[in-house]
């Protein structure tokens, strides 16, 4: 099946840091989301991706989907405490992989103030 | 803002038993889903639900796993005969349309099986 390699698997920071994270696939993705999960909830949507190329901001957060359609990044930029969680992408195939998500092995952030 | 709720929050049971999930998708949304993730692990996909049918499942989901929508707001996963190896987080997750539309994931029910 289908398989998003997420890097970097953990990340320890200093609060006000910038962070960056990336996801890629040996398959195309037809839309790129990234989710942020707490612990004990459930994957809290960021961001979503639905063109080659596009570049999307959400506040401190900023996400491209790669012109190959392979690979997307997010970056966090001046990182707060509250930005503490581990972060996921999930890639949608559509097609005949119709509305399944594919997520990424997560990247854990960790924020020292 | 609309939100996917699951109940229970945390469900613990034997091992042979028969569990429900439960769930209740955004009113207006039409796709349904269960994934689970397996403590520590990526988010793994079981199944989706349309128009009271499955349109997609995985590997994982087999003759043990049900769905059923039994109304018109809740979405239940059923789990006939559990294992240990059925331990994990169970999220639930909606959304309006098929095409290019971000699932909206509910809190999750904590399944522990002893």
């Known amino acids: 099946g289908q398989q998003l390699n997420q890097s ?12 960056s994270m990336n996801c890629t696939s040996s398959s195309i993705f037809n839309t790129w989301l990234w989710y942020k999960q707490d ?8 961001i ?34 509250s930005d503490v969680g581990i972060y996921f992408c999930a890639g949608l195939a559509g097609g005949n992989a119709g509305n399944m998500l594919t997520f990424g ?9 | 803002e609309p939100e996917v709720t699951q109940t229970p929050s945390h469900q613990v049971t034997q091992m042979g038993q028969e569990v429900i999930l439960r769930c209740v998708p955004i009113s207006n949304h039409l796709y349904f ?15 989706s639900f349309y128009n009271n049918e499955i349109s997609e499942k995985s590997e994982i989901f087999d003759d043990q796993f049900s769905v059923e929508r039994p109304d018109g707001s809740n979405f239940t996963l059923k789990i006939r005969s559990t294992k240990l ?5 169970y999220f639930c997750a909606s959304n ?8 909206h994931f509910g ?7 002893t």
């Open chain 1, 8 to 19: 970097p698997q953990s990340m320890f920071i200093q609060e006000g840091e910038d962070v």
């Open chain 2, 33 to 47: 889903y269960w994934y689970r993730q397996i403590l520590g692990q990526k988010v793994e996909f079981l199944v």
């Open chain 2, 96 to 103: 309006p349309t098929v095409y290019n539309s971000p699932l």
């Open chain 2, 107 to 113: 809190n999750g029910t904590r399944l522990t099986v």
């Open chain 1, 105 to 113: 092995g997560g990247t854990r952030l960790m924020v020292k103030p």
């Open chain 2, 85 to 89: 190896e059925d331990s994990a987080m």
């Open chain 1, 39 to 46: 612990p004990g909830e459930g994957p809290v949507l960021l």
């Open chain 1, 48 to 81: 979503a991706l639905y063109k080659a190329g596009e570049l999307t901001s959400n506040g401190r957060l900023t996400a491209q989907f790669g012109i190959t359609r392979k690979d997307s990044f997010l970056n966090i930029s001046a990182s707060i405490p």
